[in-house]
């Protein structure tokens, strides 16, 4: 009985401690993509998306410091929301609230411009060994 008491006590413990533990963790991301004349990095970091770089400014249709809240209506918390939202849409244009020196402002964004950037690079297949010959 005692052993039973002191596992329930364990267990409860254990319980209550698991929301502060899950509150340490982070869920954090980078996208980071250059050619030979632009520059885009993106950073996610516990439920904010934010762009760090871009360059020229205009390019990718958001600015460095914005925060990004939704595109084309869809909140955006982590890197893959912005990616599922961004390679889904088939428009060409789609609008993207972002939050910019504390106000929030829709923009529209070219799709072309950030196809490159989230192009899913897709490894060759293997031949069986003799098939080239």
Not at 68 to 96: F, S, Y
Request: glycine share 6%; charged share 20%; aromatic share 4%.
């Amino acid at each position: 009985m005692r052993q039973t008491k002191l596992a329930t006590l364990l267990f409860s413990l254990l319980l209550a401690s698991a929301p502060a533990l899950a509150a340490t963790q982070t869920d954090t991301a980078r996208l980071e993509w250059r050619d030979d004349s632009h520059h885009l990095v993106v950073d996610a970091r516990d439920g904010i998306v934010r762009v760090t770089t871009t360059e020229p400014s205009t390019y990718f249709g958001v600015r460095s410091g914005d925060r990004i809240l939704r595109v084309d209506g869809q909140p955006v918390r982590r890197m893959a929301d912005l990616t599922h939202a961004l390679v889904g849409n088939k428009a060409t244009r789609v609008p993207v609230v972002v939050l910019r020196k504390g106000d929030q402002v829709t923009v529209d964004v070219n799709t072309a411009a950030w196809s490159d950037v989230l192009a899913v690079q897709t490894p060759p297949i293997p031949q069986a060994p003799g098939a080239g010959n």
